[in-house]
Structures are given as C-alpha cells and as structure tokens.
C-alpha cells in the first residue's frame, strides 16, 4: 500500500535561516506531489506542485521553492525565512487523472 | 477564477444529524471531495462524488450534489464527539486538473 512521509513534524527556526522540508512516498510510482501551506488552522493554500521529475509548478510569488529530484522525493526550501513563514506545511501525492489527494501528517513551522 | 465557499462554524449535540455546505465555482468538476481535519494533524479523505450522481451514502456519511446550484452537501448521522473536527470540501480548478482547490473550512464542535 502507499504511504507518505513528511519530516519533520515541528520546527522552530528564526528569521533569516535556511528551510529544509522533506516528503516522500512509498508505494507508487511517477505520482503528482504537492505542498499546501494552512495558516491558523484554516484554509489551504497551494504552493506547489509536480507532475514529475524536475518539473515544479509554482501557485503562489514568495520566498520558497521546492524541487524534485527523485520520483517519489519532494522538497521544501528556503534561503531565508521570514516570520509570514510561519505556518502547517502539508505534503501530498496522488495518482494521474481525478483520483483524491492523499496527505501527509504535516510540518509544523514556527519562525521566531 | 475557482471559488469554494463553506460556512465557517457548525455547533451540534452528540447524536443529532450534522450538515456541513459548500458550493463552488466551476461548473465543469468531475469528482468532488469531503476531506476531515482532526487538530495538529494532515487531512483524512472521507468520501467523494462524481459529478453525474445526486447523491452518495457510506455509513454514517451522505453527500448531495446539486449541480444546477454548484451545492455540494455532507451530512453526519448520529454525530460523535470524535467528529470534532474541520470539514474542507475540494474540487478540481478550471483551468487545471491538477490544482485541488479547497474550501476555507468549515469547523465542527460536537457538544456531549
């Protein structure tokens, strides 16, 4: 069966350091990934997403990036954080075509 | 562009019905979807509806399309306090069937 992975599960880091997510999955191959940002347990907010390797799209201007550079490897970065950064970092995959989104347990990042 | 809307608060007693309201935009969505968020965790896919059905059961769970309004509806029979939780509705976007777009939310508190 598939499963995802999403590490780690809190982070507290302070403005102007580096940002590191990392999410993989298991069990499927050539699957679309996604990052969601949710501020204050709210709505989710598309960041990116990858329909396959090395391929990003990016939904939203700012100061992160991802990349892919594995099948089933998707990564979160950031140069320099800034406190906006702060939020519930969610990673999650899906097959092709309408099939659902399936999610990670989530990053809680605080950025003091 | 792609909207979602859903109400933000439902306050219901244990072993009442519940029913959580959405509606959306694009009017050219195949699946539709009820996600679950229990606090500080990822989101739980608990059912979906293809867009030519009106409605769908799965035990306690009952979900109504009506595509001529853009309503989509999800109603918890016998609610337990473990329902507690936030309810995201989701669709494909317009102009992508990649992107899932989400509702804002809607949280359900479960008084014993």
């Known amino acids: 069966s598939q499963t995802i992975h999403q590490w780690p599960a809190t982070l507290v880091q302070p403005v102007g350091s580096p940002l590191s997510l990392e999410c993989t999955v298991e069990?499927?191959?050539?699957?679309?990934l996604y990052w969601y940002r949710q501020a204050a347990g709210r709505g989710l907010q598309l960041l990116f997403y990858?329909?396959?390797?090395?391929?990003i799209s990016s939904e939203v201007p700012q100061n992160l990036s991802a990349s892919r550079p594995q099948d089933r490897q998707f990564i979160l970065s950031s140069k320099k954080l800034l406190l906006s950064d702060s939020g519930f970092y969610l990673c999650a995959w899906r097959v092709t075509g309408h099939s659902p989104l399936h999610f990670g347990n989530g990053t809680r990042l605080t950025v003091t | 562009g792609e909207d979602v809307e859903q109400s933000l608060f439902l306050s219901v007693r244990e072993g009442d019905s519940s029913v959580i309201n959405c509606t959306y935009t694009d009017s050219s969505s195949t699946y539709l979807y009820w996600y679950k968020q229990e606090p500080g965790a990822g989101l739980q896919l608990l059912t979906y509806i293809f867009s030519n059905m009106d409605m769908k059961q799965d035990q306690r769970l009952t979900v109504l399309l009506n595509k001529k309004d853009k309503h989509l509806s999800l109603r918890i029979a016998d609610t337990q306090t473990g329902d507690s939780a936030i309810y995201f509705c989701a669709e494909f976007g317009m102009d992508s069937s990649y992107k899932l777009i989400f509702g804002s939310g809607t949280r359900l508190l479960v008084r014993p």
């Open positions: 990858s329909v396959g390797i090395g391929q």
């Open positions: 069990g499927t191959s050539n699957p679309n």
